[in-house]
């Protein structure tokens, strides 16, 4: 069924030289994990002593976002996790847990053949939390909702630019201290309730499941050491998570040579980050400027409105940039909030040559399944970045995998913006039938659905822009095409 998206509706309101810059700020939060990624409380926590830092992961050269996501609610998925040059042990990783929690959703919701997957989703979004010297230390939050219970499961993962090597969590406590580090968090946990002795101590006996279970802990701004259990690993499951808050004074003298420099870097952060890496270049952002506002007459002409979702992704967004240069073909851009943060140079590129550039939550989640506080830290967190990349704050929003309803459109005034032909790039990675998909299907006046985070998508551009331009269309922006009809 074709959905039809220009009638028009306005709806209530609603971020390596190796360069780091590292800002002191809160994550609003003593817990594991936000809507949006961030640190985030949760059933279990206690006040922490100190917020997280906040890293600008634009300042970190040749950083690329690895992104993946469906835009359908038969298969709701997004998935992301950086790679950052020298790192590749911890790319490796992040790559090999993500894969696998992804294989295990798409197998048991999009492949189960029932096509029911209401309120069922898997969200993996990551968090910087330390780029300084030779160290980096990421925080990958995982949101599944095709099981029982909240979903959350979060884990951070370390790597050692001095050694060259990846490191687990556990690896910041020094091996001679961890009996001792134990015992102090089964202090703290005492008295808490739901919280299980006995599971605690057949969990975290053995070595390989210390690992296994301590495997979320980070630094504050104080220096103190955070450490977070996931829901059923130490306590009655309908306790939720467990956090455990340790001061600077008390975890220094047990951690290791890495873990005091992990300490030291998020404590007093080095101006720049050196893992190690041999050569890191970042692809050029293209400099392409629109010879001025839009003319074209969608009453007069046959008009499409091509929208990429998920960007902006190097070096995939600047090469779709020169694509539709060539042609003076105008786009809209729907960005998540993430990539906006570790790429705004593309996303003032995206304006400067003519194109809109929309908002597309932080991190990608199924909006309809937030409460109205989420749902608007999303919108208004995303629609930040966008303005502080450009200038200029977003109109329109795309919600992810087009699910909305009416707590969705009180959270904001931006209006939505749906699709008429759905290309289902994210399920066929393959250039010509994303190209052959858009000729075929595509009618005046329709907007076209894509994903700029995708080579093979990127690539089918030039294809449609050639055919479809012969057969006299014109490419404009979903504003524009609004406007003019």
């Given at each position: 069924?074709?959905?039809?998206?220009?009638?028009?509706?306005?709806?209530?309101?609603g971020?390596?030289?190796?360069?780091?810059?590292?800002?002191?700020?809160?994550?609003?939060?003593?817990?594991?994990?936000?809507?949006?990624?961030?640190?985030?409380?949760?059933?279990?926590?206690?006040?922490?002593?100190?917020?997280?830092?906040?890293?600008?992961?634009?300042?970190?050269?040749?950083?690329?976002i690895?992104?993946?996501?469906?835009?359908?609610?038969?298969?709701?998925?997004?998935?992301?996790?950086?790679?950052?040059?020298?790192?590749?042990?911890?790319?490796?990783?992040?790559?090999?847990?993500?894969?696998?929690?992804?294989?295990?959703?798409r197998?048991?919701?999009?492949?189960?053949?029932?096509?029911?997957?209401?309120?069922?989703?898997?969200?993996?979004?990551?968090?910087?939390?330390?780029?300084?010297?030779?160290?980096?230390?990421?925080?990958?939050?995982?949101?599944?909702?095709?099981?029982?219970?909240?979903?959350?499961?979060?884990?951070?993962?370390?790597?050692?630019?001095?050694?060259?090597?990846?490191?687990?969590?556990?690896?910041?406590?020094?091996?001679?201290?961890?009996?001792?580090?134990?015992?102090?968090?089964?202090?703290?946990?005492?008295?808490?309730?739901?919280f299980?002795?006995?599971?605690?101590?057949?969990?975290?006996?053995?070595?390989?499941?210390?690992?296994?279970?301590?495997?979320?802990?980070?630094?504050?701004?104080?220096?103190?050491?955070?450490?977070?259990?996931?829901?059923?690993?130490?306590?009655?499951?309908?306790?939720?998570?467990?956090?455990?808050?340790?001061?600077?004074?008390?975890i220094?003298?047990?951690?290791?040579?890495?873990?005091?420099?992990?300490?030291?870097?998020t404590?007093?952060?080095?101006?720049?980050?050196?893992?190690?890496?041999?050569?890191?270049?970042?692809?050029?952002?293209?400099?392409?400027?629109?010879?001025?506002?839009?003319?074209?007459?969608?009453?007069?002409?046959?008009?499409?409105?091509?929208?990429?979702?998920?960007?902006?992704?190097?070096?995939?967004?600047?090469?779709?940039?020169?694509?539709?240069?060539?042609?003076?073909a105008?786009?809209?851009?729907?960005?998540?909030?993430?990539?906006?943060?570790?790429?705004?140079?593309?996303?003032?590129?995206?304006?400067?040559?003519?194109?809109?550039?929309g908002?597309?939550?932080?991190?990608?989640?199924?909006?309809?399944?937030l409460?109205?506080?989420?749902?608007?830290?999303?919108?208004?967190?995303?629609?930040?970045?966008?303005?502080?990349a450009?200038?200029?704050?977003?109109?329109?929003?795309?919600?992810?995998?087009?699910?909305?309803?009416?707590?969705?459109?009180?959270?904001?005034?931006?209006?939505?913006?749906?699709?008429?032909?759905?290309?289902?790039?994210?399920?066929?990675?393959?250039?010509?039938?994303?190209?052959?998909t858009?000729?075929?299907?595509?009618?005046?006046?329709?907007?076209?659905?894509?994903?700029?985070?995708?080579?093979?998508?990127?690539?089918?551009?030039?294809?449609?822009?050639?055919?479809?331009?012969?057969?006299?269309?014109?490419?404009?922006t979903?504003?524009?095409?609004?406007?003019?009809?």
């Amino acid at each position: 069924m074709r959905t039809r998206t220009l009638l028009p509706s306005l709806l209530l309101l609603g971020a390596l030289s190796f360069t780091a810059a590292c800002s002191s700020g809160s994550d609003g939060s003593s817990g594991t994990g936000s809507a949006d990624g961030r640190p985030g409380s949760t059933p279990g926590s206690t006040p922490g002593p100190s917020p997280v830092r906040s890293v600008d992961p634009s300042k970190i050269k040749g950083l690329q976002i690895v992104s993946d996501s469906s835009e359908q609610s038969s298969c709701p998925f997004a998935t992301s996790y950086p790679d950052v040059p020298g790192a590749e042990a911890m790319t490796a990783a992040m790559k090999k847990d993500v894969e696998e929690r992804l294989a295990g959703f798409r197998s048991g919701v999009c492949e189960d053949g029932s096509g029911d997957a209401e309120g069922r989703e898997l969200n993996i979004s990551h968090y910087f939390l330390v780029a300084s010297g030779d160290v980096l230390g990421v925080r990958l939050s995982t949101q599944d909702h095709s099981g029982t219970g909240s979903g959350l499961s979060t884990r951070t993962y370390w790597y050692d630019g001095k050694a060259g090597a990846y490191r687990t969590a556990l690896g910041l406590v020094a091996e001679g201290s961890r009996d001792a580090f134990v015992a102090a968090l089964k202090d703290q946990l005492k008295g808490r309730e739901g919280f299980d002795a006995a599971l605690f101590d057949d969990t975290l006996s053995a070595p390989d499941s210390r690992t296994a279970l301590m495997d979320d802990m980070v630094f504050t701004a104080d220096g103190g050491l955070r450490v977070t259990f996931d829901r059923g690993e130490v306590g009655v499951p309908p306790a939720g998570t467990y956090v455990v808050s340790l001061s600077k004074e008390t975890i220094t003298p047990w951690l290791s040579g890495f873990g005091k420099r992990v300490q030291r870097q998020t404590v007093t952060p080095s101006r720049s980050i050196d893992l190690g890496a041999a050569d890191v270049s970042e692809p050029a952002v293209p400099t392409h400027t629109a010879s001025g506002d839009d003319d074209t007459d969608c009453k007069q002409v046959k008009c499409l409105a091509l929208t990429f979702d998920d960007g902006p992704a190097a070096p995939e967004t600047g090469t779709l940039l020169t694509y539709l240069a060539q042609y003076k073909a105008r786009a809209t851009f729907f960005t998540t909030g993430q990539n906006v943060a570790a790429h705004p140079d593309l996303v003032r590129a995206e304006t400067k040559a003519g194109h809109e550039v929309g908002n597309h939550s932080w991190n990608h989640p199924d909006l309809t399944n937030l409460t109205p506080e989420q749902i608007a830290s999303q919108l208004n967190r995303t629609s930040d970045a966008i303005k502080a990349a450009t200038g200029k704050a977003p109109t329109l929003f795309r919600p992810p995998y087009g699910a909305i309803n009416a707590q969705v459109k009180a959270a904001t005034t931006l209006s939505p913006v749906m699709w008429d032909v759905d290309t289902e790039d994210w399920k066929y990675r393959d250039a010509a039938k994303v190209a052959q998909t858009v000729i075929d299907k595509a009618q005046r006046s329709d907007v076209v659905l894509m994903h700029d985070i995708h080579s093979t998508s990127v690539a089918a551009v030039p294809q449609i822009l050639r055919t479809l331009t012969a057969q006299g269309y014109h490419f404009v922006t979903v504003s524009h095409l609004r406007a003019t009809l």
